[in-house]
């Protein structure tokens, strides 16, 4: 089955530990998006990819970095993690902007 | 500037049915999508709007009025599965076509 894959599911890290959260996708879609959920509330973009274009959002901190080395994959990278980054990371994917977005099953990363 | 409401919470008994309202104000409307979001996994995609009238699918549907920037998600039968958040999203032109997210209303059935 076509679908949006994250790794891994959970992740703790460390105060300003470097970490990675990776997401892949089997739908050949064009557009893949990077969202920060906290608890009861409306996810956030921190930035998507079009193809190899990347946009970032005006008020995603420069802490959080993204790459996407091909179509099928797209990393998202916590540069020094606070404990306000702790949250629920979704990623999506549509086949073009004005498409319907496909989540993953997230990952929660936890900051000790 | 742009704004998704939708209530907090609500409450509904297994078998009825509940109606989730939306209210919006964007500057580029181009529609409107209805996710499901159990607790700690990733939202589900439930629906599309994009003109006037209801769409049906299943037990749910989804309503919406563009004049009165304003929507609906009925669940119909409600199951015990159905106890989750239902996220209200619009679609701005004006923000490069991204989606504008309502904070998501907590729906709780009771048996």
């Known amino acids: 089955d076509a679908m949006v894959i994250q790794n891994p599911r959970y992740q703790v890290t460390q105060f300003g530990k470097p970490v990675t959260l990776s997401c892949s996708q089997t739908?050949?879609?064009?557009?893949m998006y990077w969202y920060q959920q906290k608890s009861s509330q409306a996810p956030k973009l921190l930035f998507h990819y079009y193809d190899k274009d990347f946009n970032n959002e005006a008020d995603t901190p420069d802490n959080f970095q993204s790459r996407r080395p091909n179509t099928s994959f797209c990393f998202l990278d916590i540069r020094s993690p606070g404990l306000g980054d702790a949250a629920m990371y979704l990623c999506?994917?549509?086949?073009?902007?004005?498409?319907?977005?496909?989540f993953g099953p997230g990952t929660r990363l936890l900051v000790l | 500037g742009q704004n998704i409401d939708q209530p907090t919470e609500m409450t509904a008994t297994e078998g009825a049915i509940v109606q989730i309202n939306c209210t919006y104000q964007t500057s580029g409307f181009n529609g409107l999508f209805w996710y499901q979001q159990h607790a700690g996994e990733a939202p589900t995609f439930l629906s599309y709007?994009?003109l006037d009238g209801l769409e049906e699918k299943g037990r749910f549907s989804s309503f919406l009025s563009r004049s009165k920037g304003y929507s609906y998600l009925l669940l119909k039968e409600l199951q015990m599965k159905d106890s989750a958040s239902y996220l209200c999203a619009v679609r701005d032109k004006d923000s490069n076509y991204q989606l504008i997210w309502g904070a998501g209303t907590k729906l709780i059935i009771k048996p």
């Open positions: 709007n994009v």
């Open positions: 739908l050949n879609h064009n557009v």
């Open positions: 999506a994917t549509s086949r073009e902007p004005k498409e319907t977005q496909y």
